[in-house]
């Protein structure tokens, strides 16, 4: 395939600091990267030109350099709880799935880091394509503004954001800590970093990486077992990164940073949802800074896994709180849509458009 032009840069990729620096090599004043953060992240234009504070030349350079509109909206279905899906065209003609959850106490945005994903979880639609590309920080950041943009026709407002879409965030890193600072940027969207939560599959090196950024974000472990036997079973990355040295970074990560982290357990009927197992589960995590997210298993039509019953459900959870653990289940939204945890999965339309 002969590449025609090198596509541009998204806006959004930025953080302050660069356009800082970008600003300086055009020979403009520093203060205009407040300007042009205002206007997107604020004011939330749609092209440079609504720009209007800045020099004709100004946006002229900066629309030779960059992208303005890094995603289009193809679909966006509404759920009876509020849900709201979106379906989104990059550039490149790939598509990615975003989800807006409304809840009593706010609006969180669940984003997606990659296209398609290569971990290869058993029960996990996302990964049934394997991984098509990295997507960039911008395209990132891009999907938050556009749940806002949307928020901002009913008044609302987007409070959290939880890296839990499509991808494994810390096998696209930098673009994500990018993200991540941006959005946390109080001249960008301002969203807190106790507002903010990333979930990994276990990709170690990168969680000592993570507890070093000293980011006061939200962390969150795919742990779905309470040995190294069972977790192979289901989590492939299992063999790579086994559950002993799992458990060292998770203990690197609380002490360095002082905060708890939660495991995520998804519970998969016969597999890991036995009395022994919550046992098991309060022993590996005995002494651990933690919260324990129970969640019952989603069906995704190509995997069957069997969906624990509600009795086993708040058998599981009791075991735990016996053992002095701090659980909850999780709460389903937007079933209807598929927009549940696990669900998600990247549309292959590149592939079917060229035929
Ligand atoms: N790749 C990251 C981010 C995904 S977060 C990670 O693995 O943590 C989505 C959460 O939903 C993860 O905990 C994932 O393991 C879980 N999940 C995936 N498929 C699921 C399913 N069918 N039912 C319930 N949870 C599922």
Redesign the pocket.
């Known amino acids: 395939m002969i590449e025609t032009e090198t596509e541009k840069p998204s806006i959004f990729s930025l953080q302050f600091s660069t356009l800082e620096a970008w600003l300086k090599d055009h020979k403009e004043p520093k203060f205009r990267a407040g300007q042009i953060f205002d206007w997107l992240y604020k004011k939330r234009v749609t092209s440079f030109d609504e720009m209007t504070n800045l020099s004709k030349d100004l946006r002229e350079s900066l629309s030779n350099d960059f992208r303005l509109t890094t995603l289009k909206t193809l679909t966006k279905q509404e759920s009876k709880d509020g849900t709201i899906k979106f379906l989104f065209e990059l550039s490149d003609g790939y598509s990615i799935e975003t989800v807006v959850m409304r809840h009593d106490y706010g609006n969180s945005v669940?984003v997606t880091?990659q296209v398609g994903?290569r971990?290869g979880?058993t029960?996990?639609?996302?990964t049934l394509g394997g991984l098509k590309r990295n997507l960039e920080a911008g395209e990132i950041v891009a999907q938050v503004l556009q749940a806002q943009r949307s928020l901002d026709e009913v008044g609302e407002r987007v409070s959290s954001v939880?890296?839990?879409?499509?991808?494994?965030?810390?096998?696209n890193y930098e673009p994500l800590v990018s993200f991540l600072k941006t959005i946390n940027d109080e001249k960008g969207l301002n969203i807190g970093a106790r507002h903010i939560t990333?979930?990994?599959?276990?990709i170690i090196p990168k969680i000592y990486d993570f507890a070093n950024e000293k980011l006061q974000i939200n962390f969150?472990?795919?742990l779905?077992a309470p040995t190294t036997e069972i977790r192979s079973k289901l989590?492939p990355i299992n063999k790579a990164y086994s559950l002993d040295k799992l458990m060292e970074a998770v203990n690197y990560y609380t002490e360095k940073t002082g905060r708890r982290v939660t495991f995520?357990y998804?519970l998969?009927g016969g597999v890991n949802d036995q009395e022994e197992h919550a046992e098991q589960l309060a022993d590996l995590i005995k002494g651990l800074k933690c919260h324990v997210n129970l969640?019952?298993?989603?069906?995704?039509v190509e995997?069957n896994?069997v969906r624990t019953s509600r009795n086993q459900i708040f058998k599981f959870e009791k075991i735990l709180k016996n053992r002095g653990v701090n659980v909850t289940i999780r709460r389903e939204q937007g079933h209807d849509i598929d927009a549940?945890?696990?669900?998600?999965r990247a549309k292959e339309r590149k592939e079917e458009t060229r035929g």
């Open positions: 669940c880091t994903c971990i979880c029960f996990c639609a996302s939880v890296v839990m879409g499509i991808g494994e965030p810390f096998d990333i979930s990994t599959s276990g969150a472990i795919s779905h989590m995520e998804g998969f969640i019952p298993v989603n069906d995704v995997r896994f549940a945890c696990g669900q998600l």
